[in-house]
């Protein structure tokens, strides 16, 4: 579990076949979960500047890999009794997105961003979403697509500063969001109250 905070950003060595090398500060260990963009996945080399991580053929289909090279965010996972903020992260992406346009606003920065139809279900108005690994919440939500608004800090402090219209992104939508919507398509009768009660007191 992680919670969508970027604890550093660290640069990409290599990428060679299905090992991905990293330099970074953090000091992992051998089996440790790290969010890279986002994605969570498993340390299997410890090296003095860094470590190396597993990318599979099917997560590399999966990922936006343009943008696994030079920086990238890292993200250790949670331990237990840790101060928990951003949101809850499983570090499973859903989808990649593309972004469609960025306008600066003075003092922030609206970012659009395209997405498969049906995602949109799962990405709700002032709930939250998870962009390269990095918690956000969501301001407008159109047919297929939503509007982010960043911070100067967050543009300046993540790889967001090197966003461009045309890039891609990767993708976890609101895990409660899709939790409901999966309980609620396969029930097959019309919800009760006490049904909708019953799910809230789930989550």
């Known amino acids: 579990m992680f919670t969508g ?3 550093e950003i660290a640069h990409v060595k290599s990428l060679a076949g299905s090992t991905l090398s990293i330099r970074a500060k953090h000091k992992a260990k051998l089996g440790d979960s790290i969010a890279i963009n986002g994605a969570c996945l498993t340390v299997i080399k ?19 890999m343009e943008n696994f090279k030079n920086e990238v965010h ?3 996972a949670m331990m237990m009794g840790d101060r928990f903020e951003g949101h809850i992260v499983q570090g499973h992406i859903d989808c990649i997105g593309e972004i469609k346009e960025i306008k600066n606003s003075g003092n922030s920065f ?7 139809k049906k995602f949109i279900p799962y990405i709700i108005p002032k709930g939250s979403i998870t962009i390269d690994g990095v918690s956000l919440t969501v301001n407008d939500v159109m047919s297929d697509s939503f509007r982010l608004t960043i911070i100067p800090h967050t543009m300046k402090e993540t790889i967001f500063k090197n966003y461009r219209k045309g890039s891609h992104v990767n993708i976890e939508t609101d895990m409660f969001a899709r939790y409901v919507a999966h309980i609620i398509s396969h029930k097959k009768d019309a919800l009760s109250w006490d049904d909708i009660d019953s799910i809230s007191a789930r989550y």
């Open 110 to 116: 609206d970012i659009f961003i395209h997405v498969d």
């Open 5 to 7: 905070l970027i604890r």
């Open 74 to 76: 890292i993200e250790p």
């Open 46 to 64: 410890v090296e003095k500047d860094g470590f190396s991580v597993e990318l599979s053929p099917e997560s590399q289909r999966v990922l936006a």
